[in-house]
T-cell receptor, first 116, second 111 residues
Framework: NAGVMQNPRHLVRRRGQEARLRCSPM?????VYWYRQLPEEGLKFMVY????????ESGMPKERFSAEFPKEGPSILRIQQVVRGDSAAYFC??????????????FGPGTRLTVL | DAKTTQPNSMESNEEEPVHLPCNHS???????IHWYRQLPSQGPEYVIH???SNVNNRMASLAIAEDRKSSTLILHRATLRDAAVYYC????????????FGTGTLLAVQP
């Protein structure tokens, strides 16, 4: 029973390039969350998606960031025209449908993005 | 979002029990208390959660005060592998299930 998978584990981009981070949730999970952890800071919620729907994107920066969770395939977090301040660890989590407030989120190992 | 307060850091010796406190005086009746931990260079890991009653699982126990304004995560025998940042989070679910992470407690385990 594979856990949440993220790839790549490490990603290096130059300023102005695009970064695509992928997340495959655990089998049977239809809810995906993205979190960001800046260096020496805590984890911050970015976005919550269900299949083909964005449920809550209150933590997403207003520009350059987008996320999707298509009917088939992994969830993608896309960062356009990356800047040095985007360097961080990006974690994806998934959860099964369940009672509100009780859902356990299972986290992936993260993608560490470095912007040169 | 209801807020939690945890000590910044704690120390324990290997093989001894550890009690990690969390205050959540503004908790509402529908808030579940969740604990996650993050080992160095890894993603967060679910530990335990509860609503009103004390809970046990293979990793830890969760003791919830009768008024629910505080809780304690109990690791019965700390190991070196338990060295991590422990986060106490209130989750009411609602339309979104997002987790609001605070600064957590950094647990150091001495051999």
């Amino acid at each position: 029973n594979a856990g949440v998978m993220q790839n790549p584990r490490h990603l290096v981009r130059r300023r102005g390039q695009e970064a695509r981070l992928r997340c495959s949730p655990m089998k049977g999970h239809s809810h995906v969350y993205w979190y960001r952890q800046l260096p020496e800071e805590g984890l911050k919620f970015m976005v919550y998606l269900q299949k083909e729907n964005i449920i809550d994107e209150s933590g997403m920066p207003k520009e350059r960031f987008s996320a999707e969770f298509p009917k088939e395939g992994p969830s993608i977090l896309r960062i356009q025209q990356v800047v040095r301040g985007d360097s961080a660890a990006y974690f994806c989590a998934s959860s099964p449908p369940g009672l509100a407030g009780t859902d356990t989120q299972y986290f992936g190992p993260g993608t560490r993005l470095t912007v040169l | 979002d209801a807020k939690t307060t945890q000590p910044n850091s704690m120390e324990s010796n290997e093989e001894e029990p550890v009690h990690l406190p969390c205050n959540h005086s503004t908790i509402s009746g529908t808030d579940y208390i969740h604990w996650y931990r993050q080992l160095p260079s890894q993603g967060p890991e679910y530990v335990i959660h509860g609503l009103t009653s004390n809970v046990n699982n293979r990793m830890a126990s969760l003791a919830i005060a009768e008024d629910r304004k505080s809780s304690t995560l109990i690791l019965h025998r700390a190991t070196l592998r338990d060295a991590a940042v422990y986060y106490c989070i209130l989750n009411y679910g609602g339309a979104t299930n997002k987790l609001i992470f605070g600064t957590g407690t950094l647990l150091a385990v001495q051999p």
